[in-house]
């Protein structure tokens, strides 16, 4: 499997840098490591486990999980600080309405045992909103799963207006990785043509990019070459610093569509 021969693709990711560059060396691809970010345990666990303890007390309604990771991360928080609290949580996780963005935090449930009760009409948080303003939300009441640290104040404006309690938690962080001379390094090379792609697997991916920058190389880096979005989360961060994604999974929002859906662009260029 060749596919991919005669291409460099840089790859931010960090989480699952070994098996995505895996994904893409076996289809012949050259592959540029520059991990951009790195995810972290919340620093302080006590409102973590606040947040935890009132969720098994059945304190919500409903619970909205925004990520894959922070589900992971609730439950690994639990085993490391206060294993006992692991019973109560699954109990409540069975009784309350379980709303997820995406594909991810719905695997992880599915490692439970569990399904969603309610998936976004599109793994955004507009697609929660989309799906949740067709019904009454006075008097429920919501936990909330962050993504990162990132407070999330449309979603959270819009429950409570409709007239939901909310109560959220942000159980992981997102820190720097590689240094910003990497980075800038990087930036060059693809600012010279030397990497046919770059694969945004999360969005404060993109934001460690333009932070860096200077933004005049950000965006000539860019213009010379391929934008590959995992998702339209991801899609939406580039689109907020006026980059368009080249390409993108149709349905499927992870690293083996992703790897595919880059196969058939860049292989296409190849064949043309």
Known sequence: ?????????????????????????????????????????APDPIPVLDWIREFSNDAFTDVIFLTGEGLRR????????????????????????????????????????????VSGDAPTTDGIIAALSRELLQGKRFGVQLYGSEPNTKLIEFLKHGGAAVSAVAPYIYADKAADEAVTDLLQKMAAGEIDAIAFTSTPQVERLFSV????????????????????????????????????????????????????????????
């Open 1 to 41: 499997m060749d596919s991919l021969t005669g291409r460099t693709i840089a790859v931010p990711e960090t989480r699952e840098l070994d098996v995505f560059t895996s994904m893409l060396e076996r289809r012949g691809a050259t592959v540029v490591r520059c991990p951009l970010v790195a995810i972290l345990d």
């Open 74 to 117: 609730l439950l690994s928080c639990i085993e490391r600080n206060e294993p006992s609290l692991r019973d109560p949580f699954i109990a409540a996780l069975t009784k309350v309405r379980k709303i997820t963005r995406g594909p991810k935090p719905a695997r992880i449930l599915r490692e439970l045992g569990l399904k969603p009760d």
């Open 213 to 272: 920058g200077p933004e005049d190389l950000v965006r000539r880096a860019l213009e010379r070459t391929q934008v590959a979005a995992i998702g339209p989360v991801v899609a939406e961060a580039l689109a907020r610093h006026q980059i368009n994604a080249d390409l993108m999974p149709r349905d499927s929002f992870f690293m083996k569509p992703l790897t595919s859906a880059m196969e058939a662009a860049l292989g296409r260029d190849t064949a043309g």
